[in-house]
C-alpha cells in the first residue's frame, strides 16, 4: 500500500480549499494519508487536516514558513520526504506549489506533474489528466524512474466532503534548519482584491476591449459583487492599462477553471479561450452574433452589454438573495 | 559577465493541433514554430542589461530537434544576442531530461550571473524546467517575474503570486530568473539584426554527447482532444427576457449558482 503526503496551504487560518480537495481524494484512495503544514498556525491547522482525512499530521511550527521562499521549502520538503517517506505527494497547482515542487523533484531526483485537472490514484500506480498546448489537447500522463510520485493539482477539479468534526490525527512535529540562505523575501505588496484570486474563484466575470474605456469596469464590478466573483480581463484591456496585468486571462495571463465564467465584450480569441475553456459553464454577451466566443460558450446572449450587464446585476441580486 | 537565456520553440498559438498516429505527440506537419512567447521576455530583459554592462554577453541556448531549435536561436540572435547553443535532442525529453542538459551546457561554458527562462512553455504548461535547472546548477531562483534588476552580487525582482500580491525578492548571484508578460516589451528583430544573425556561427552540441545519464521521470500514456462542447445556447427576446432566461438557466439547468 502506498503512502500519499499532502501538502497543505492555508489562509487567514484555515486550511485553503484546494487543501481539502487533496486530502479527500487522497483519503478515497484507501492509502495512509499524512498532511504536511508549516507555519506560526500549523498546530491549529492540523486539527483541520484530520477533519479532512489525514491519519498524521506534520507540523513544522514555525513562522519562517508563514511566508514562502524557495530555499527554505526544499530544505522542509526534502526533510519531510526523508522522515515520512511518501510514495506519493500531493499539492496545489498554485503559485507556491508551481514554483516549489519542480524544485523538490530535481533534488530527490523524481518526478512531478503540474497543473493537472484528474487524478487516478491506486496504490502505487498513479496518472493524471493535464491540459497541453494551451487546453487544445490533454494529455494522460504517468511517472517513471520516481522514487516519489509529485502531482500538482489545479484547485477547483476534485471534489471535497463534508468535515468529520470528530476525526482526529497523531500530530508529529519537525523541525527545519536552513542557513545561509541565498533568497531572502524583502516585502510583499498586497494585491488591490480582496477577492480569491483568479486561479482559485469559482465564479469569475471578465471584461474585453467591448467595454469601450477603464471606468466602464465598475459595471463588472457590480455584477461580480452580486455573485461573490473575481473580475478577469481580456489581454486587450490590460495593455490598454485598464486594468492591471495579473487581471489577464489566457494563455499569457492566467489559465482559470471556475463553475461559471461569463465573458462581457470578449470576442474569444484563441489565446483567450486557452486560459479559460477549462470553465464548467460558459456565459457570453455581446453584441456581434458572429463572436467566436459563443463557439466555446454554453449560453449566449446577443446584446448590447451597457443594457445587458445592469439588467443582469439586478436579476442575479433578486435570485440570490430571496 | 555572461547571461544565459533559455528559449524553446513551440506551436504558433493559433495553430490548430491534431493528434498523431502514435496517439502520444502532437502531429507536425504543417505547424508553424514560434519562440514561447515567455522566452521573448526573457530574450529582451538579457539584452537591454547586456547593454547596461558593457563587455558583457548574452548567450542563448535552446534543446531539441535541431532544424528547429536553430530557427529560434536565429531570431534571438536577430533580437540582439550574442552567442547560441543547438543541443540537438529528440523530441520526447521531459523536463527533467532537459534542465539537466541545460545545467551540463551552462556549467560547461562556464557558468553565468544570470540565467533567463520563460515561466511556462506553451505546449508542455510544465512551468518546471526553470526550478530544475536552478537546483542541478545549485543556484536560487524566483519564477514568474515582472520586474528584475541586478546590482553587483544581488538580484532583485519582483514576482506575481495570487491576489495581484507581489513578492520583492533578493537573490545572491548566479540564479535562474523566469519571465512573466509585463517584464518588459519584447522587440521586434530588426532587418539589420536579422542580416547579422544569419551570419552567426551557431554551436551545436548533442544531447547524448553531454552524458547527463538522466532517464525520463515522467511520460505521456496518450494524448487526446479535449472534449466537444454541446452547441451554445442563445438566449432569446428582448434584454429583460434574456437575462431572466439566463438566471433560471444557471439557476435550474447548470445548477451554478
Ligand atoms: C502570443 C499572444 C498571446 C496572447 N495572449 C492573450 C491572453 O493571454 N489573453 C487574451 O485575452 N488575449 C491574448 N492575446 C490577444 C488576443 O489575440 C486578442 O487580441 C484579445 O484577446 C482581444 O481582446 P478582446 O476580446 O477584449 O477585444 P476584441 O477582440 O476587440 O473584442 C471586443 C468584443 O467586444 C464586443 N463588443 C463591442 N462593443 C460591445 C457592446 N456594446 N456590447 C457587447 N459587446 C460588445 C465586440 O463584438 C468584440 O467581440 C494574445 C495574442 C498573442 C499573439
Ligand atoms: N527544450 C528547451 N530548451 C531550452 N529552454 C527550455 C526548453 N524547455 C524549457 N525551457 C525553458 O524553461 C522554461 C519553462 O519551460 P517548461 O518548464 O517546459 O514550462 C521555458 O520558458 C524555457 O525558458
Redesign the pocket.
Known amino acids: 500500500m502506498g503512502k500519499v503526503l499532502v501538502f497543505v496551504e492555508s489562509s487567514n487560518g484555515k486550511i485553503k480549499r484546494s487543501a481539502q480537495e487533496l486530502l479527500t481524494a487522497a483519503k478515497k484512495s484507501g492509502q495512509s494519508v499524512t498532511a504536511l503544514v508549516g507555519g506560526s498556525q500549523a498546530q491549529q491547522l492540523a486539527t483541520e487536516c484530520a477533519q479532512f482525512g489525514a491519519q498524521e499530521v506534520f507540523v513544522v511550527k514555525d513562522s519562517q514558513f508563514d511566508q514562502y521562499n524557495p530555499e527554505l521549502f526544499t530544505e522542509m520538503m526534502s526533510q519531510a520526504v526523508a522522515e515520512i517517506k511518501p510514495t506519493v505527494i500531493l499539492a496545489s497547482s498554485s503559485s507556491l506549489g508551481k514554483d516549489l515542487f519542480?524544485r523538490v523533484a530535481a533534488h530527490l531526483n523524481t518526478g512531478v506533474l503540474s497543473d493537472c485537472t484528474e487524478l487516478n490514484l491506486q496504490g502505487d500506480d498513479v496518472t493524471v489528466k493535464r491540459p497541453v498546448y494551451s487546453g487544445k489537447a490533454m494529455a494522460k500522463m504517468g511517472f517513471e524512474n520516481s522514487s516519489v510520485k509529485i502531482v500538482l493539482m489545479r484547485p477547483n477539479q476534485l471534489p471535497i466532503e463534508a468535515p468529520q468534526t470528530s476525526a482526529t490525527a497523531a500530530t508529529k512535529e519537525l523541525s527545519v534548519k536552513k542557513t545561509d540562505l541565498k533568497t531572502l523575501i524583502k516585502e510583499v505588496v498586497k494585491g488591490t482584491s480582496e477577492k480569491l484570486d483568479l486561479t482559485e474563484a469559482n465564479i469569475i466575470v471578465s471584461g474585453g476591449r467591448g467595454l469601450k474605456e477603464a471606468a466602464n469596469f465598475k459595471l463588472l464590478n457590480e455584477l461580480a459583487d452580486a455573485l461573490g466573483a473575481t473580475v478577469g480581463a481580456s489581454r486587450a484591456v490590460v495593455d490598454a492599462g485598464w486594468v492591471s496585468h495579473g487581471m489577464q486571462v489566457g494563455q499569457t495571463g492566467k489559465t482559470v477553471a471556475p463553475t461559471l465564467y461569463i465573458a462581457v465584450g470578449i470576442s474569444g480569441a484563441i489565446q483567450h479561450l486557452a486560459g479559460m475553456s477549462g470553465a464548467k459553464v460558459i456565459v457570453a454577451i455581446n453584441n456581434d452574433p458572429n463572436a467566436p466566443i459563443f463557439q466555446k460558450a454554453t449560453y449566449g446572449i446577443v446584446g448590447d452589454l451597457f443594457d445587458v450587464v445592469p439588467k443582469l446585476t439586478e436579476e442575479f441580486k433578486k435570485a440570490l438573495h430571496h | 559577465m555572461k547571461f544565459f537565456?533559455?528559449?524553446?520553440q513551440v506551436p504558433d498559438t493559433e495553430t490548430k493541433i491534431k493528434i498523431g498516429s502514435d496517439t502520444q505527440s502532437i502531429d507536425t506537419t504543417g505547424i508553424k514554430w514560434v519562440m514561447?512567447p515567455?522566452?521573448e521576455y526573457?530574450v529582451e530583459e538579457s539584452v537591454k542589461l547586456r547593454d547596461s554592462n558593457p563587455g558583457s554577453q548574452v548567450w542563448v541556448?535552446?534543446?531539441?530537434p535541431k532544424k528547429r531549435?536553430v530557427e529560434t536561436l536565429r531570431t534571438a540572435l536577430a533580437m540582439g544576442a550574442d552567442e547560441a547553443i543547438a543541443?540537438d535532442?529528440p523530441e520526447n525529453?521531459d523536463?527533467y531530461q532537459?534542465a539537466k542538459a541545460?545545467a551540463a551546457v551552462i556549467q560547461q561554458e562556464g557558468g553565468a550571473k544570470v540565467i533567463?527562462?520563460?515561466?511556462?512553455?506553451i505546449d508542455?504548461?510544465?512551468?518546471?524546467?526553470?526550478q530544475m535547472?536552478a537546483e542541478f546548477l545549485k543556484v536560487p531562483h524566483t519564477t514568474v517575474v515582472s520586474k528584475f534588476s541586478l546590482s553587483a552580487e544581488n538580484i532583485l525582482v519582483e514576482r506575481d503570486v495570487e491576489g495581484g500580491a507581489k513578492e520583492v525578492v533578493q537573490m545572491l548571484a548566479p540564479a535562474v530568473v523566469?519571465a512573466n508578460k509585463g517584464l518588459n516589451m519584447p522587440r521586434y528583430a530588426s532587418l539589420p539584426g536579422i542580416m547579422k544573425a544569419k551570419k552567426k556561427v551557431i554551436k551545436e552540441l548533442d544531447f547524448a554527447g553531454l552524458n547527463t545519464g538522466a532517464s525520463a521521470k515522467t511520460k505521456v500514456l496518450s494524448l487526446e482532444l479535449p472534449p466537444e462542447k454541446p452547441p451554445v445556447k442563445m438566449l432569446q427576446g428582448d434584454s429583460s427576457a434574456q437575462v431572466s432566461a439566463l438566471v433560471k438557466a444557471l439557476r435550474d439547468e447548470a445548477k451554478v449558482l
Do not use: E, H
Open positions: 519542480p | 537565456v533559455c528559449i524553446k514561447n515567455y522566452d526573457a541556448l535552446s534543446v531539441g531549435t543541443v535532442a525529453l523536463p532537459t541545460l533567463f527562462t520563460g515561466k511556462l512553455a508542455d504548461n510544465a512551468s518546471c524546467v526553470s535547472t523566469a
